[in-house]
């Protein structure tokens, strides 16, 4: 068994709730104290590709479980003028080349179509384990949970988590800069899960695109834009 306490609240609870979740509504309950049946497994390897394909597997089944309606052409516009407007207010992203990735972005969505799932919000090797003997995946710490989300978002900070080989939360532009070098060793084994996306999302996999225009995304959220 495992114990979850939430750290955001006032009164400590007076009693502990036991908790089933069934995937793929994993979402954390409602109590702020709860139980539930612990996973026997290890954090997967970053250089162990074999892992890496079980979670991503895992990752393509949870998505099309909770698949929603397609992101529509005008949500993706509206998307990108709110990028727009707030990388214009950023010191760091506020260049000609940036602006460019965010275009080519939107360029894609005029062609292809991907849909709402749920996201985990925070899917990382830290919060996935795997039994070596059953080779069962299993997810952990759903705080970030949410219903409705764009299904790229689990899988680039996935990916951009096993590029910068880093144990901090945080994600800066330099890093930005050192990863999206397309030559680099680490960029090229990525480079062969696209087999799967392409099947996964029906279309032609820009790697490069989305891990660009996602990680804008991230260093205009806070704590990432400040």
Known sequence: KIINFKRYGEAFPEKIVEV???????????ERLW?????????????KFDQILKVIDWLIKFQND????????????QEVSEIINQM??????NKPLYFEWIKEYREFFKNNILYWTAMHGDFWINNILLNS????????????YRKKENQLNDLMYFIIRLMTKSKKASIDLQRLENFLDDSSDKYNQI????????????CNFKMLL??????IKRILEKPYGT
Do not use: C
């Open 20 to 30: 089933n979740r069934k995937f793929p509504h994993m979402n954390d309950p409602k």
């Open 35 to 47: 139980m539930e049946e612990w996973f026997d497994g290890e954090t997967i390897g970053q250089e």
């Open 66 to 77: 909770t698949k929603q309606s397609a992101i529509t052409e005008k949500e993706i516009e």
């Open 88 to 93: 214009k207010k950023n010191e760091y992203l």
């Open 133 to 144: 003997k059953t080779s069962k995946v299993k997810v952990i710490d759903w705080e970030r």
């Open 191 to 202: 480079l062969k899960l696209k087999k799967k996306l392409d099947s996964h999302l029906n």
């Open 210 to 215: 989305f891990l660009r225009a996602y990680m």
